[in-house]
């Protein structure tokens, strides 16, 4: 096999060298030779992947030349098997000098070689930074943020030793500021008596869990594009009950963000409503919108123009690149919050579907609440009827397109998510219980709901059968035969399952404001929530880039799987995203979040 990578090294400068050093040339073939990617051992073991050493190919030098590593998909001719293979080569063959030279050995081996489709995307070499638009306008943008950054910080800690208030406008980009701001936690004992403060502090702890769930959802979710040699050990680990129940019950944590969200818009406009009577519409959308999109932008840019050289390897570019086209595509419905519907299946940065749907119902949520401030329990029954619609349109959509909810039944996968999971008329029926139940919060906030003690234990005892049935039943639906079940039985989970996960929320956060949740309350209400729950947005906003950054793309060499590895890279993963959100927070998300407020001063 040298003599192969020698003869592609000599056909390389066989035009343009007339003399050539042919023990020179031997000994840069067998370290080139070194870096490939061998036939692997233990394929029945599901060790499908041979990058070889990615680095050694990279530091392969000879004349103008340097090393390639190129992936290519190897076939057994006589098995149904295949694996991966990575390929030194020097970065003037063609796949046509790689399929001519490599393809004869590889067919005496009983095997057969598919050329990468896309060379661009399937070899790596070094092409340094070519200053495009978009990495010219990302270092403009991001050296003004820095400057600003800089100076607001100097001014804000200058005031400060000499004993003096920083004026809010020039302080707000400062660092020091913004990380106070974060990390300020109120000591106070939460109040169980309802009506003495008009925060409902259960919240930030669910909120908080539920963005450590989705993290975990997440880093399950990416395992599977992990290269490791004991791919089967990880697909038992995977199919565990306790790890389906984290994988393909993961969804459900972004509901618990759709309630809250629905509690707390309804509780703060109503609030507003008694205070004035009236809402400022260009404060109330201004201010979400910036507080939203600000470091979203901020993330866009970054993904266009400097992520794909934050790092390399075998995997990186394919989807570092994949990322970086979406984005500079569709960067525009992105932060317009549209993306759900204009491109649902090209969409830039594909968790940040969350923002488009939230955005949207939030612009729908005066139009529901004035009128349920106004005439009270007689609109209630508009919500609700518009709650049930939402059920009832992913109910026929199922029916009508023979939906399953099973991973393994052949469903039109994309077509599925953006009529179910993305658009906004499915999903809105969560948040629309959370604005009846907002509502409810508040009416009741004075007095509280008095109950039996019979009541409080049925309503905790449904609550938790619920959870046990909901998440039961979507790891009965991806282990058992999904042709077993009735398309009814499919479309009435998908259509209530949501619903009732979110009514088990809500009942936790009842049974917390009127201090009938016990220990449960007291964890939720802990102080060292708080700091998590005011970087929760952000953390969203990063976390699925910096773990497929961080643990994906960047990996070089087959790994080992173990559920102690997991264990590493769930922690690894809520470290990493907590600290740079608390970064990008105070760098891209509180500065602007108080200019806003400043500018938009009733």
Same mark, same amino acid.
């Given at each position: 096999m040298i003599e192969i990578l020698l003869l592609l090294l000599m056909n390389s400068i066989g035009s343009t060298e007339q003399s050539v050093d042919e023990n020179l040339a031997q000994k840069r073939s067998e370290f080139g030779f070194d870096s490939w990617g061998k036939v692997p051992s233990g394929i029945y073991f599901g060790n499908n992947r041979a990058y070889g050493n990615y680095d050694q190919c990279r530091q392969f030098?000879?004349?103008?030349?340097?090393? @390639?590593?190129?992936? +290519?998909? $190897?076939?057994? *001719?006589?098995?149904?098997?295949?694996?991966?293979?990575?390929?030194?080569?020097? &970065?003037?063959?063609?796949?046509?000098?790689?399929?001519?030279?490599?393809?004869?050995?590889? =067919?005496?081996? &009983?095997?057969?070689?598919?050329?990468? #489709?896309?060379?661009?995307?399937?070899? *790596?070499?070094?092409?340094?930074?070519?200053?495009?638009?978009?990495?010219?306008?990302?270092? /403009? +943008?991001?050296?003004? %943020?820095? *400057?600003?950054?800089?100076?607001?910080?100097?001014? !804000?800690? /200058?005031?400060?030793?000499?004993?003096?208030?920083?004026?809010?406008?020039?302080?707000?980009? *400062?660092?020091?500021?913004?990380?106070?701001? $974060?990390?300020? %936690?109120?000591? @106070?004992?939460?109040?169980? $008596?309802?009506?003495?403060?008009?925060?409902?502090?259960?919240?930030?702890?669910?909120?908080?869990?539920?963005?450590?769930? %989705?993290? $975990?959802?997440?880093?399950?979710?990416? %395992?599977?594009?992990?290269?490791?040699?004991? =791919? &089967?050990?990880? !697909?038992?680990? #995977?199919?565990?009950?306790?790890?389906?129940? #984290? #994988?393909?019950?993961?969804?459900? =944590? /972004?509901?618990? +963000?759709?309630?809250? &969200?629905?509690?707390l818009v309804a509780w703060n406009v109503l609030k507003e409503l008694d205070k004035k009577g009236s809402v400022n519409l260009i404060k109330f959308y201004l201010q979400r919108y910036v507080r939203i999109t600000a470091p979203l932008a901020a993330l866009i840019l970054f993904v266009t123009s400097f992520a794909v050289h934050m790092g390399e390897g075998p995997i990186w570019k394919p989807y570092m690149l994949q990322m970086q086209n979406s984005c500079s595509r569709y960067w525009w419905s992105s932060i317009l919050h549209i993306q759900n519907f204009v491109n649902p299946s090209n969409m830039c940065l594909l968790w940040t579907w969350y923002l488009s749907v939230d955005m949207q119902l939030y612009i729908a949520a005066p139009v529901l609440i004035y009128p349920l401030w106004k005439y009270g329990k007689r609109f209630l029954l508009v919500i609700v009827v518009l709650a049930l619609l939402s059920m009832s349109s992913v109910f026929a959509i199922y029916i009508a397109y023979g939906f399953r909810n099973s991973q393994m039944a052949p469903n039109e996968h994309t077509l599925k998510k953006s009529l179910t999971y993305f658009a906004t008329h499915a999903r809105m029926a969560v948040w629309l219980w959370g604005l009846v139940f907002g509502y409810v919060l508040y009416r009741t906030r004075e007095n509280g709901v008095r109950l039996s003690k019979q009541s409080w234990i049925i309503g905790w005892i449904t609550c938790i059968i619920s959870l046990l049935i909901i998440l039961s039943a979507n790891y009965g639906f991806n282990h058992t035969d999904y042709r077993s079940f009735s398309d009814i039985i499919d479309a009435t989970y998908a259509s209530l399952h949501r619903s009732m996960f979110s009514a088990c929320v809500m009942w936790i956060i009842f049974a917390c404001v009127n201090g009938k949740a016990g220990v449960i309350n007291d964890i939720l209400c802990a102080p060292m929530w708080q700091p998590l729950a005011k970087l929760s947005f952000v953390m969203y906003l990063l976390h699925s880039l910096l773990i497929m950054m961080s643990s994906v793309a960047s990996v070089k060499l087959e790994g080992y799987f173990s559920a102690m590895d997991m264990l590493n890279r769930i922690w690894a993963a809520i470290g990493i995203t907590t600290s740079v959100s608390l970064f990008w927070s105070a760098c891209f998300e509180l500065p602007f979040v108080t200019l806003s407020k400043i500018l938009l001063k009733d």
């Open positions: 030098k000879w004349k103008q030349f340097s090393g @390639e590593h190129c992936l +290519f998909l $190897i076939n057994y *001719s006589d098995r149904d098997r295949s694996f991966v293979s990575g390929l030194c080569v020097p &970065s003037a063959c063609t796949p046509e000098d790689i399929h001519q030279v490599y393809g004869d050995y590889v =067919a005496n081996q &009983s095997l057969t070689m598919d050329l990468p #489709l896309d060379r661009g995307l399937r070899c *790596s070499h070094y092409e340094g930074i070519k200053f495009s638009r978009s990495i010219v306008l990302a270092t /403009v +943008f991001f050296a003004v %943020i820095t *400057s600003l950054l800089f100076m607001s910080t100097i001014y !804000d800690v /200058v005031l400060l030793v000499q004993g003096r208030k920083a004026d809010p406008f020039y302080s707000s980009f *400062s660092i020091y500021q913004n990380l106070r701001t $974060i990390l300020r %936690i109120n000591q @106070e004992i939460p109040s169980k $008596i309802p009506g003495t403060t008009y925060a409902i502090d259960c919240l930030d702890g669910i909120r908080s869990l539920s963005m450590i769930w %989705i993290i $975990i959802f997440h880093v399950h979710d990416l %395992i599977p594009k992990v290269p490791i040699i004991n =791919a &089967s050990s990880r !697909d038992k680990y #995977l199919d565990h009950p306790a790890s389906m129940l #984290l #994988l393909v019950s993961g969804f459900l =944590a /972004v509901d618990t +963000f759709f309630v809250l &969200s629905g509690v």
